[in-house]
């Protein structure tokens, strides 16, 4: 049986009316409220029936639900979606930020490569240009869940031994503090990009969902460079905050 449909009259006299996607979003933002996470979530056909509207309206509806981290796919099916993982922006890896949600952290290793320093690199590591640079890349996980792809240089003159010591799927921030040093400070910039094909290809992704970028450069307490990160976050899966005072 079809469903009444959707009101698209505006509450304020007048007015233009509502657009439907506004509203069929509206309307799936409060059906998902009360659903938990894992629960299926109808499909667009009895979407469209139950709102009476045009299953396009209800498909461009369910895609925003997607990128904003509401909903995701499993299979051939869509569920709710886990809470976004929150990272603090601090001088703390997302490995704290994980477990402080109570999620799992892991990480896969894609490129672990000597470089020589662009003048880029050079500039920010306080180096030489042509200058030996530890590369690491690797998949950041939260639960076995795909949810960033880390990029990290280091000055190899400073760090080379963790091409011998370190494990690349555990935290790098606390084998940098086992060495002796200590994070002083960082300056970071965050903003919105999309990922490459390969980037998309790493994180199980589309060239089409919205990434956070995040560039980092960190300092010691002594004020000299310690690392340049590039990390690329899925926008639907990670959320940062801060504490303001």
């Known amino acids: 049986m079809r469903g009444k449909g959707i009101n698209v009259a505006s509450a304020e006299p007048g007015a233009k009316p509502l657009p439907k996607p506004y509203l069929i979003r509206t309307a799936l933002d409060a059906m998902l409220a009360d659903l938990a996470e894992g629960d299926p979530v109808p499909a667009e056909r009895e979407l469209a029936v139950r709102f009476g509207v045009a299953r396009e309206t209800v498909r461009q509806a369910l895609h925003e639900l997607l990128v904003a981290g509401r909903i995701e796919r499993r299979g051939r099916g869509t569920v709710v979606s886990r809470p976004k993982l929150t990272q603090p922006l601090s001088l703390k890896s997302y490995t704290e930020g994980a477990v402080a949600m109570g999620r799992t952290p892991g990480r896969l290793l894609v490129t672990w490569e000597t470089i020589g320093a662009t003048t880029e690199l050079a500039s920010a590591l306080d180096v030489s240009i042509g200058d030996a640079v530890m590369h690491l890349e690797r998949v950041l996980l939260a639960d076995d869940q795909r949810i960033g792809l880390e990029s990290t240089y280091l000055p190899s003159a400073r760090f080379g031994g963790l091409k011998t010591t370190f494990d690349p799927v555990t935290s790098l921030y606390a084998a940098i503090r086992a060495g ?26 589309t060239t089409a969902m919205p990434m956070l970028l995040l560039n980092r450069r960190s300092l010691d307490t002594e004020g000299v460079p310690i690392e340049v990160v590039r990390a690329l976050y899925r926008g639907d899966r990670v959320a940062f905050e801060t504490l303001l005072t």
Do not use: D, Q, W, Y
């Not at 960082?186 to 998309?200: D, K, N, V, W, Y």
């Open 180 to 205: 002796g040093v200590e994070f002083g400070s960082a300056t970071e910039r965050i903003e919105t990009a999309l990922a490459s094909p390969r980037e998309a290809a790493l994180l199980e992704s």
